[in-house]
């Protein structure tokens, strides 16, 4: 298509605007209320939007004063003619501010009035243009309160501080968390780098800034250490610092967030004391059960074997009438070795050093319950094999529980489960017998030595401990213990 400018033509005459078309087009805004006043300040015009907002017909409002818009209070102060004499003396006039409708409810409107002159100067009247801004400005108030709670949720925590810093690490707001926990009030903090938290030995390293370098670079960075408080003495620190970037992906500064993790710390650090403590005590009680089993086997036991032999030779040197007796004494002498030997299994958990906790209970129980007639099962759902204390502790607990089922429950069967739970050892015994406080000498009742052993070797390893009837009978011992290695482990001798 050939350009109507070229080749000199004249450029095409378009039609002049039709004031109708204008009229038109502000009589059908519904957006806006449209209308002009005379300049005393009564409506002369008014379009479809106008009706929409404020609620009144033409034919009801024109000729009426525009004050009947305005609040009972802001007509009594003069606000409607304040308005008009700025528009004339200024031109113009923008105000927001609560406007009644027809049926008396309120809206928050956006309002410019325009004063309009003829060819000669002359005040012909006002043009009003306004918006009923209502839903924004309560979505506006609903952010403020927001934000002011949210103002008032971060200034009021005690146990945090938290508080924002400028690009360049310096503190620009300030809680009373920050307060309680660093001994800075906010005006004697705020425009200080905080480097000033940090110990001398992290400020010379040039940690303050590498923290702020490496949150920028990945959004967040989580640490644990001293820090400074305004008197110099030092607390262990929990601090989370968040890069915050606004829209444009600029960094405005950071957020962080410190806890005092001193108590925390401690308690940890003397749980550890507590753990290592335990360790050595369980570690001198085995050591103490195997050189008592050494003894009782390579001494006490040899010794009575031969008192047994020579009375056997006596025995059968003497007349029968004679014999009898010492074939009773021997007989004594041999149950006595009998139980000897059964003690010196019980001091030595069997094979728990080499084999694992596991591998040592079913040592322990195909040893035993053949002789009590119990049959038994053994379940285990271990993420990994306990720490040597922790097992040596489980297997103790688990022994004197078998042993309770062996001399006082009249049980058929036993069940021992293993899971891990929480860092630790949840274990359950459990047997098909008379219940716990039911036997006829009474000797299964909580207070029974046996029972307060196993609690308090539960509870010594920083664990729990509990016996229960089953409601199917039978009795339930149930224990926890945790699994946590403290130092290196030495092979026990």
């Known amino acids: 298509m050939p350009d109507p400018l070229s080749a000199g033509q004249e450029p095409p005459a378009y039609a002049?605007?039709?004031?109708?078309?204008?009229?038109?087009?502000?009589?059908?805004?519904?957006?806006?209320?449209?209308?002009?006043?005379?300049?005393?300040?009564?409506?002369?015009?008014?379009?479809?939007?106008?009706?929409?907002?404020?609620?009144?017909?033409?034919?009801?409002?024109?000729?009426?004063?525009?004050?009947?818009?305005?609040?009972?209070?802001?007509?009594?102060?003069?606000r409607p003619g304040r308005e008009l004499e700025v528009a004339v003396a200024e031109g113009r006039v923008e105000d927001e501010g609560w406007r009644v409708r027809k049926d008396g409810t309120r809206f928050w409107a956006n309002s410019v009035?325009?004063?309009?002159?003829?060819?000669?100067?002359?005040?012909?009247?006002?043009?009003?243009?306004?918006?009923?801004?209502?839903?924004?400005?309560m979505a506006e108030q609903a952010l403020r309160e927001s934000e002011e709670r949210f103002r008032l949720l971060v200034h009021g925590v005690l146990d945090y501080a938290i508080f924002?810093?400028?690009?360049?690490?310096?503190?620009?707001?300030?809680?009373?968390?920050?307060?309680?926990?660093?001994?800075?009030?906010?005006?004697?903090?705020?425009?200080?780098?905080?480097?000033?938290?940090?110990?001398?030995?992290?400020?010379?390293?040039?940690?303050?800034?590498?923290?702020?370098?490496?949150?920028?670079?990945e959004g967040r960075l989580e640490d644990e250490g001293w820090r400074v408080r305004k008197d110099g003495t030092r607390f262990w620190a929990n601090v989370v610092i968040t890069a915050l970037f606004d829209e444009d992906g600029t960094l405005r500064g950071f957020g962080k967030v410190t806890r005092d993790m001193t108590e925390r710390r401690t308690v940890e650090r003397a749980l550890d004391e507590r753990g290592r403590l335990v360790a050595h005590l369980v570690r001198a009680q085995e050591l103490e059960r195997r050189r008592i089993a050494w003894d009782v086997h390579d001494d006490t036991i040899q010794s009575m074997v031969a008192v047994g032999m020579r009375l056997q030779l006596l025995a059968s040197r003497l007349p029968a009438e004679h014999a009898a007796p010492v074939t009773r004494l021997d007989e004594a002498v041999a149950a006595a070795i009998g139980r000897l030997r059964d003690l010196t299994f019980?001091?030595?958990?069997?094979?728990?050093?080499?084999?694992?906790?596991?591998?040592?209970?079913?040592?322990?129980?195909?040893?035993?319950?053949?002789?009590?007639?119990?049959?038994?099962?053994?379940?285990?759902?271990?993420?990994?094999?306990?720490?040597?204390?922790?097992?040596?502790?489980?297997?103790?607990?688990?022994?004197?529980?078998?042993?309770?089922?062996?001399?006082?429950?009249?049980?058929?069967?036993?069940?021992?489960?293993?899971?891990?739970?929480?860092?630790?050892?949840?274990?359950?015994?459990?047997?098909?017998?008379?219940?716990?406080?039911?036997?006829?000498?009474?000797?299964?009742?909580?207070?029974?030595?046996?029972?307060?052993?196993?609690?308090?070797?539960?509870?010594?390893?920083?664990?729990?401990?509990?016996?229960?009837?089953?409601?199917?009978?039978?009795?339930?011992?149930?224990?926890?213990?945790?699994?946590?290695?403290?130092?290196?482990?030495?092979p026990l001798p």
């Open 16 to 78: 002049s605007y039709d004031p109708r078309d204008l009229r038109l087009l502000v009589d059908k805004v519904i957006d806006y209320a449209i209308f002009m006043l005379d300049p005393t300040g009564r409506v002369v015009s008014w379009n479809a939007g106008a009706e929409r907002i404020a609620g009144y017909a033409a034919e009801e409002i024109i000729g009426r004063h525009f004050s009947v818009f305005y609040l009972p209070e802001d007509t009594a102060e003069g």
């Open 113 to 137: 009035i325009t004063a309009l002159y003829d060819a000669d100067g002359t005040l012909r009247g006002f043009g009003e243009v306004v918006r009923d801004a209502t839903e924004r400005r």
């Open 164 to 217: 924002m810093l400028d690009p360049t690490g310096r503190v620009v707001s300030w809680n009373a968390g920050a307060e309680r926990i660093k001994g800075y009030a906010a005006e004697e903090i705020i425009g200080r780098h905080f480097s000033v938290f940090y110990p001398p030995e992290d400020k010379a390293a040039g940690k303050p800034n590498r923290e702020l370098r490496t949150a920028t670079a």
């Open 346 to 490: 019980r001091l030595r958990p069997p094979g728990i050093d080499q084999n694992g906790l596991v591998e040592g209970l079913t040592s322990y129980l195909d040893e035993i319950t053949p002789g009590a007639g119990l049959a038994y099962t053994l379940q285990h759902h271990l993420d990994r094999e306990p720490p040597r204390e922790t097992a040596i502790t489980v297997f103790r607990i688990c022994q004197e529980a078998l042993a309770n089922v062996q001399k006082h429950a009249q049980a058929q069967s036993v069940a021992v489960s293993l899971t891990s739970v929480d860092h630790g050892v949840l274990v359950r015994v459990s047997d098909d017998g008379i219940g716990i406080g039911e036997a006829a000498d009474g000797v299964t009742r909580p207070g029974h030595f046996g029972l307060i052993e196993m609690r308090e070797r539960a509870e010594t390893a920083g664990g729990w401990w509990g016996v229960r009837r089953r409601p199917g009978g039978g009795t339930s011992v149930e224990f926890w213990l945790p699994a946590l290695r403290y130092g290196e482990e030495d």
